[in-house]
């Protein structure tokens, strides 16, 4: 790359830094985005294949302990461009009103900086701007309303015998709002139930980062540079931010800018500011609160796996396709706090055997065998928890380097007793579904999903990392974005509220960078 | 003769009958995971400890099975796709990997005076068994737990039997979906080109 200034250097290129990108491409900043990962091509570089879509995931080291240690390559992470956003399942959520304020309505976990009326014109913008699917009149329009596409309709086994099961219990249902294309939109076209949303969608019907704002970003002059790991950042004697290290075919690279955005999810980003310590940041950047790294969160993930006499074939169709919310809150009358959601969630194979394998240690050999040859007569149905943050779930960094010279980070994670109470709620109210729908529920497997926290926003530079748009609180020219500044982690998928909070820091960036005197002569 | 004590719901199904109609990139995958090249990390004699534990710990497979688990494996870590680290460990799940099949035939020979692959089905039964719900012997498994090395290796395994197309077929899953995706929906409803559903399918 010849050239070595720009106004703004963007870290990670997912869901929150293509967004960043895709709106600084339409003012006069030049911008450069870094991604650790490949550029992929779903038609080219994709597969329909378990095994071989593992590329999606982080496969660098990372040490998981504490006393329920998190899966850090999979569901929480993402390698490429478009990161994790690439394979999910995209079922895409409005947050709760009372999301944002658990600590007042329920006297659990802390309050945003931020309400739901705050992040609602920018839901309404990505409802629209993400071509989301739904249900015409959504049973909990807080959620979600106004789909511009309608709700895909070809719903595959597994999804109506979870809907006739809640039918029968008595529980609202729906089909999901998803970024999945229902009819078609310029020269895509509507999804054809192929299944392997999280191998990442070779159709491309699903809609990520890589078919909307990476684009956006690139045709708009943003630079990207794929497969460039960036390794720390330097400070100038204002204490602004001001280079950006970063590796690219194992050469040493740096960059010089005027404002830094960290969008590299919850545990590379509160890496890249512990290391980037120095003299004048001696506990790491943006950490004069000592909370980099710390609250960092999850969701609760288990699936109930329940056999039907007649085959399900739950491979049919993309895994998640309707849900019920009306758990959301139902701690309140169940003796905990928060709540939960429920969806089918059909599995592959390869998904299912291991965490057959995970949650019991003895299903190998003929056990592994003989439940696997059922695989047809079995449906999936998932919960998404709420976890609870504290302070104790952490990303610190080891004394081991990685191959490119950075500590290799060490997350620390124990479940809250309320996680684990929404956790058996939601089991027994999953039997009772499989169950109604004719099916004896058989497994119960204990898995997560997507991470959140470690950067928390808030108003008080004493109890939080950053401002509400994830401008530090000590360094006014780096921001941080994406899932790390959540304060909780409701149980609706964060999704959506990423890139919507990305929009919102988008524009925030865009005065800012006027503020500060920056005109695109970088 | 078939010693399993169940039976595929599918024995007639063919899962690569379909492969033509699969898109040039999966097909290329699947060629390459059938017919793998050769890799560079397993020596012989580690394939052949591997490929004895896979039939110990999966006995069940046998016959079903037809990747090559010691191929597909060692290709696999070849192409660096083992550099993680499992949940709770400060090694990667390659080094781990290497090393436990280096512990196995260590403790094997100073046991018994034979490697792993040489041992009666009895004596490798009683080994694993011994190894999977312990440490390990300190003396040999103390950069490598032995329970750590098998909760990797057996995760590895089951990755790839379940990434093997015969065994596809003996689970009736439709395997590969694009380009032409699913279209019959409803309860009983499937594409003519799945398994067919059990009564239709069965000698």
Same mark, same amino acid.
């Given at each position: ?18 967004? /960043? ?8 900043? @030049? ?43 999979? @569901? ?38 931020? &309400? ?6 920018? =839901? ?17 329009? #807080? ?32 089909? @999901?709002?998803?970024? /999945?294309? &229902? ?48 390794? &720390?950042?330097? #400070? ?51 950490? @004069? ?5 710390? =609250? ?7 699936? /109930? ?82 976890? /609870? ?25 124990? =479940? ?96 800012? &960078? ?9 | ?5 169940? *039976? ?171 380009? *032409? ?23």
């Amino acid at each position: 790359m010849a050239r070595t200034s720009f106004d703004v250097c963007i870290v990670g290129a997912g869901a929150a830094g293509s967004v /960043i990108a895709a709106h600084l491409a339409k003012t006069n900043l @030049s911008v450069v985005m870094l991604d650790a990962g490949p550029h992929r091509d779903p038609e080219k570089d994709f597969a329909s294949d378990e095994l071989e879509m593992e590329k999606l995931f982080w496969d660098e080291p990372r040490v998981s302990v504490g006393q329920d240690p998190l899966d850090l390559h999979r @569901s929480t992470s993402g390698k490429g461009v478009g990161g994790s956003a690439v394979h999910y399942t995209a079922q895409l959520l409005r947050f709760h009103k009372s999301d944002f304020k658990t600590k007042t309505t329920e006297d659990i976990g802390e309050d945003w900086p931020i &309400s739901y009326e705050d992040v609602l014109p920018y =839901y309404e913008h990505m409802t629209k701007r993400l071509s989301l699917s739904g249900p015409n009149r959504f049973p909990w329009q #807080t959620f979600g309303e106004h789909f511009p596409y309608p709700a895909h309709h070809d719903l595959s086994n597994n999804t109506l015998k979870f809907r006739s099961g809640l039918e029968k219990i008595g529980m609202k249902h729906a089909v @999901s709002p998803l970024a /999945i294309l &229902s009819a078609p939109l310029e020269d895509r076209h509507p999804c054809i139930n192929r299944g392997f949303c999280e191998e990442g969608c070779m159709p491309d019907a699903k809609t990520t980062p890589l078919n909307t704002f990476i684009p956006e970003a690139l045709h708009g002059g943003v630079t990207l540079l794929p497969e460039a790991t960036v390794t &720390s950042l330097a #400070t100038d004697p204002s204490k602004r931010v001001k280079t950006v290290h970063y590796k690219l075919d194992g050469q040493k690279h740096e960059i010089k800018v005027k404002i830094v955005v960290l969008a590299a999810y919850a545990i590379e980003t509160p890496r890249l500011l512990l290391h980037s310590k120095n003299a004048d940041f001696p506990n790491g950047l943006a950490n @004069s609160s000592g909370l980099v790294g710390k =609250y960092l969160m999850t969701n609760t993930n288990d699936h /109930i796996i329940a056999k039907f006499p007649e085959e399900i074939r739950m491979y049919r169709g993309n895994p998640v396709q309707a849900l019920t919310m009306d758990p959301y809150l139902c701690g309140q009358e169940n003796g905990f706090k928060r709540g939960f959601i429920l969806n089918s969630y059909g599995m592959r194979p390869v998904r299912l055997a291991t965490l057959f394998l995970e949650n019991d240690e003895t299903c190998i050999g003929e056990n592994m065998r003989m439940r696997m040859l059922d695989y047809n007569h079995f449906a999936s149905f998932a919960m998404l928890g709420e976890v /609870i943050a504290q302070a104790s779930n952490q990303v610190a960094l080891t004394d081991e380097l990685d191959g490119n010279g950075v500590p290799i980070p060490k997350v620390t994670f124990s =479940y809250h007793e309320n996680d684990l109470l929404i956790r058996e709620h939601a089991k027994e109210t999953l039997k009772s579904i499989a169950t109604a729908a004719g099916g004896e529920p058989l497994y119960h497997l204990r898995a997560h999903a997507h991470l959140m926290g470690g950067c928390r926003m808030g108003n008080d530079p004493h109890s939080s990392v950053v401002n509400s748009y994830g401008q530090s609180h000590d360094i006014d020219n780096l921001f941080i974005v994406g899932a790390p500044t959540f304060v909780t982690a409701p149980s609706a998928n964060p999704t959506l509220t990423i890139y919507s909070l990305a929009k919102r820091s988008a524009e925030y960036i865009e005065t800012f &960078s006027k503020e500060i005197g920056v005109n695109g002569d970088s | 003769m078939d010693k399993h004590p169940k *039976r595929t719901h599918y024995p007639t199904y063919d899962v690569m009958s379909e492969k033509n109609e699969w898109d040039p990139v999966t097909q290329q995958v699947l060629f390459s995971r059938i017919h793998p090249s050769e890799g560079s990390i397993l020596t012989p004699d580690m394939k052949r400890t591997l490929q004895a534990l896979a039939k110990t710990l999966f006995p069940s497979h046998l016959g079903e099975q037809t990747l090559s688990l010691t191929m597909v494996l060692d290709q696999r870590l070849t192409a660096k796709k083992l550099k993680a680290f499992p949940k709770g460990a400060n090694l990667s799940k390659e080094t781990i990997i290497l090393k436990g099949l280096t512990f196995m035939e260590q403790e094997a020979i100073t046991e018994h005076g034979k490697t792993f692959y040489l041992l009666d089905e009895k004596t490798r039964n009683e080994l694993v068994r011994k190894w999977r719900g312990s440490d390990g012997d300190p003396s040999i498994w103390a950069e490598v737990h032995s329970d750590l090395f098998f909760s990797t290796v057996s995760a590895e395994i089951v990755k790839i039997i379940y990434s093997d197309p015969a065994i596809w077929s003996d689970i009736g899953y439709g395997g590969p979906a694009f380009p *032409r995706g699913y279209y019959a929906f409803g309860p009983h409803q499937f594409d003519e080109w799945e398994a067919k559903p059990h009564g239709e399918n069965l000698v």
